[in-house]
């Protein structure tokens, strides 16, 4: 599942489909239809798609071998944002090659609409709550209330009370990989779904040499 294992680490890395395909040099179509599998992806692409997402071809090509046994979305995120956040406390990211990407700033609650595979469409008829809405949410256009966050949890199956406290890490600092990590633990781990043990699990993989 080389072609779903891009598409994983594009949105782990938060960058928008059109400037990856600037970044490499090719069409968001092209790169679209890399990512929906119907176009083979030749070395050269594979080496670009390396560097802009700064991930060796091996460690790219083991997450999909690991996507191929597992196909559970969240043990897959949960392998890249670990690969990022270990990386992070270990060395700089070397961006200076880099032209276009850079990391959008999404709503946690989008990352956990992701974790579900819901598209806005699909989570707006289960919740109730507007597309329009969703998508301000989810784009930091407009602040979340907590009705928004009772329909949302509820078609997500995750506590409200997480969600309020994830939203709250994305506000202290915490990154988008840290944010995957947890959420990622959360729908993997039926036992740890507190905050606390979210942090803990977290925790224990944030300073591995």
């Known amino acids: 599942m080389l072609n779903k294992t891009l598409k994983l680490i594009r949105i782990v890395k938060g960058y928008n489909i059109r400037l990856v395909s600037l970044e490499i040099g090719k069409t968001p179509q092209y790169i679209n239809r890399i990512e929906t599998g119907t ?7 594979l080496e670009s798609f390396s560097l802009v997402y700064q991930m060796p071809i091996s460690k790219i090509e083991n997450i999909s071998l ?4 597992n196909d559970n979305i ?4 949960n392998e890249i944002s670990k690969y990022y956040i270990i990386k992070e406390q270990n060395e700089i990211f ?12 999404e709503s946690p609650l989008k990352l956990i609409r992701i974790m579900n595979e819901y598209t806005i469409k699909e989570a707006s008829k289960y919740s109730d709550v507007c597309i329009s809405t969703i998508n301000k949410v989810e784009q930091l256009m407009t602040n979340t209330t907590d009705r928004t966050i009772n329909k949302l949890s509820n ?14 890490k994305q ?13 990622s633990n959360y729908y993997m781990n039926e036992n740890n779904r507190t905050i606390t ?4 699990s977290l925790g224990s993989i944030k300073y591995v040499k």
Not at 39 to 45: A, E, F, M
Not at 171 to 183: D, K, Q, V
């Open 74 to 77: 969240s043990s897959v995120i």
């Open 171 to 183: 506000n202290e600092g915490t990154s988008r990989a840290e944010l995957f990590y947890m959420i």
């Open 155 to 168: 078609v997500y199956n995750i506590q409200e009370n997480v969600v309020k406290e994830l939203i709250k």
């Open 39 to 45: 176009l083979s992806i030749p070395q050269k692409v």
């Open 66 to 69: 690991f996507y191929d046994k």
């Open 94 to 105: 070397n961006t200076e090659a880099l032209k276009y990407v850079f990391e959008m700033p």
């Open 197 to 200: 043990s979210l942090e803990k």
